[in-house]
């Protein structure tokens, strides 16, 4: 059975998940990539190098978040959202990637894991310095749509 997600079902698969898509475009161009995550209720917070995904979200603030939890092929939900990129500074900042890092960490499970120079700040308890490459960043979700298969 094909079907609609209702909005709790939506807020589960979001607050579930760890890892889903960005697409953006700007200049004739569409570029979709794999982040991982943060989901507040609200919104979703990442943290990236300054490249072409933060270039393209800062030219055309528009983006679209994509997730999904899949079972198998014929049992799996996906998330679609679509919201607003906001580059976060200072004390948000700091609040922002504490809170990717208490979402991440408990995941990460296997001793040849490399933090990044961010997430070793956290750890350690201190505040967050940003790196000039590092751009912390929420996406303030808009409107959601969620589909799902389940045999």
Partial sequence: ML?????????????????????????NRTYIV????????????????????????????????????????ANWQSVIAWGRYEE???EQANQAIKQ???RILPLIVSTTINLSHTEEQILQGKPYEPLP?????????LEKSGRFEKR
């Fill in 100 to 102: 990717l890092v208490d």
């Fill in 133 to 141: 490459q590092t751009v912390i960043f929420c996406i303030h979700l």
């Fill in 34 to 73: 794999p982040i991982t995550y943060a989901y507040d209720g609200e919104r979703i917070i990442c943290h990236s190098a300054n490249g072409l995904k933060i270039q393209m979200m800062r030219e055309n603030p528009e983006v679209c978040f994509e997730v999904e939890q899949v079972e198998n092929l």
């Fill in 3 to 27: 079907g609609k997600l209702s909005l709790d079902q939506i807020e589960q698969v979001l607050h579930s998940q760890v890892l889903g898509r960005i697409g953006c475009h700007s200049g």
């Fill in 88 to 90: 976060l500074q200072e």
